[in-house]
């Protein structure tokens, strides 16, 4: 009877063992298939913001690209959780639940709009939009004067542009029903039919994902500190072997006192091989400040860098002039030889 009663045991025992293997296994395969999402919308986010800029860069072996891209799907779920939860209730009524009225779905589709709105009011509304964020700066040009009418009118534009794929992704669970509910309904042996309502139901949850970070990469990525996955430009002088500073000296990059240290420079990027900085020209400039647009990048081959030193973080700043192509300048000449070791 014990020996029995232990087998039982034993056996009741067995199914919570493999429920946890079970769990364990699938939260890993989870884990492995978020941070491979995030990696991906990364890459996707930083190259966008490069491409508006100018800058190549295929070094993807790098960090801050899974940061970056959790960056932009946790924005991108705040946003859409609400809207996407309600039209859910809609598409899959239950009895037992209370329905959503259309007050609530106002609500919760008017939640992520004021959200957006005062995040694209932060851009706009300052004594000048920051470095590289060249899209508030060209919707800006279009008035004559940088008033507030310009600025809110900017504002609302931004936000619409980015609540664009939070309304379709709203909308995906209406369609994604009706395919799976397609998909269900076919029988076992039509494969074909079968894959085709799941490849599509899968098109309709990449689409929304994929105009967003295409806004965001735009639009807010230029704004948010390099310390949270971000593309905002930093300052920082650099010291250039003597090898290579004639030829950045050619390219417009200002060395002050004809030394080997770069001016304060804004850092677009920086990968493993180069650094990209930004440079203002000054027969473009205007009182309003429109050049932002038009500066020119230059990249700089981190191979000519010897050290660097970082002077803002996380602050706005002008651009140094970028000064006329000419001959190099030659070093002055050091006052004398060179005593030797131990020389008085």
Same mark, same amino acid.
């Given at each position: 009877?014990?020996?029995?009663?232990?087998?039982?045991?034993?056996?009741? $025992?067995?199914?919570?063992?493999?429920? !946890?293997?079970?769990?364990?296994?699938?939260?890993?395969?989870?884990?492995?298939?978020?941070?491979?999402?995030?990696?991906?919308?990364?890459?996707?986010?930083?190259?966008?913001?490069?491409?508006?800029?100018?800058?190549?860069?295929?070094?993807?072996?790098?960090? !801050?690209?899974?940061?970056?891209?959790?960056?932009?799907?946790?924005?991108?779920?705040?946003?859409?959780?609400?809207?996407?939860?309600?039209?859910?209730?809609?598409?899959?009524?239950?009895?037992?639940?209370? %329905?959503?009225?259309?007050?609530?779905? %106002?609500?919760?589709?008017?939640?992520?709009?004021?959200?957006?709105?005062?995040?694209?009011?932060?851009?706009?509304?300052?004594?000048?939009?920051?470095?590289?964020?060249?899209?508030?700066? !060209?919707?800006?040009?279009?008035?004559?004067?940088? $008033?507030?009418?310009?600025?809110?009118?900017?504002?609302?534009?931004?936000?619409?542009?980015?609540?664009?794929?939070?309304?379709?992704?709203?909308?995906?669970?209406?369609?994604?029903?009706?395919?799976?509910?397609?998909?269900?309904?076919?029988?076992?042996?039509?494969?074909?039919?079968?894959?085709?309502?799941?490849?599509?139901?899968?098109?309709?949850?990449?689409?929304?994902?994929?105009?967003?970070?295409?806004?965001?990469?735009?639009?807010?990525?230029?704004?948010?500190?390099?310390?949270?996955?971000?593309?905002?430009?930093?300052?920082?002088?650099?010291?250039?072997?003597?090898?290579?500073?004639?030829?950045?000296?050619?390219?417009?990059?200002?060395?002050?006192?004809?030394? $080997?240290?770069?001016?304060?420079?804004?850092?677009?990027?920086?990968?493993?091989?180069?650094?990209? %900085?930004?440079?203002?020209?000054?027969?473009?400039?205007?009182?309003?400040?429109?050049?932002?647009?038009?500066?020119?990048?230059?990249?700089?081959? !981190?191979?000519?860098?010897?050290?660097?030193?970082?002077?803002?973080?996380?602050?706005?700043?002008?651009?140094?002039?970028?000064?006329?192509?000419?001959?190099?300048?030659?070093?002055?000449?050091? $006052?004398?030889?060179?005593?030797?070791?131990?020389?008085?």
């Amino acid at each position: 009877m014990t020996a029995t009663a232990a087998t039982l045991q034993t056996s009741s $025992n067995l199914p919570a063992s493999a429920w !946890k293997q079970a769990d364990f296994g699938t939260l890993t395969k989870i884990g492995a298939v978020s941070a491979a999402l995030a990696y991906a919308a990364g890459i996707l986010t930083v190259n966008i913001h490069l491409h508006q800029l100018g800058i190549t860069d295929f070094t993807f072996a790098r960090p !801050k690209l899974i940061l970056t891209g959790i960056l932009v799907l946790m924005s991108f779920l705040l946003l859409a959780f609400f809207p996407l939860c309600a039209c859910w209730e809609v598409a899959n009524p239950c009895p037992s639940r209370q %329905v959503v009225t259309k007050g609530k779905i %106002v609500v919760v589709f008017l939640i992520p709009f004021v959200a957006l709105t005062v995040a694209a009011a932060f851009l706009c509304f300052r004594p000048e939009p920051g470095l590289a964020q060249t899209v508030v700066w !060209k919707f800006l040009e279009r008035f004559p004067q940088k $008033n507030y009418f310009a600025k809110a009118v900017t504002t609302f534009e931004l936000a619409a542009i980015s609540y664009i794929p939070i309304c379709l992704a709203a909308a995906f669970p209406f369609a994604a029903a009706r395919l799976l509910r397609r998909a269900s309904a076919v029988d076992h042996s039509h494969v074909v039919w079968r894959s085709t309502y799941l490849f599509a139901a899968v098109a309709l949850a990449a689409t929304p994902l994929l105009i967003y970070i295409y806004a965001f990469a735009l639009i807010f990525y230029p704004a948010v500190s390099i310390s949270y996955g971000g593309g905002k430009p930093y300052f920082a002088n650099f010291v250039i072997a003597d090898s290579g500073r004639c030829e950045l000296q050619q390219l417009g990059i200002p060395f002050p006192e004809q030394r $080997n240290v770069t001016d304060s420079l804004p850092v677009l990027h920086e990968s493993d091989v180069l650094v990209a %900085v930004l440079l203002r020209q000054a027969e473009d400039q205007k009182n309003d400040g429109s050049w932002i647009s038009r500066n020119p990048v230059v990249q700089i081959n !981190k191979s000519l860098i010897t050290a660097s030193k970082v002077e803002k973080v996380d602050q706005d700043g002008t651009p140094p002039k970028l000064i006329p192509m000419a001959e190099c300048i030659s070093l002055p000449p050091s $006052n004398g030889t060179t005593p030797a070791i131990g020389a008085k």
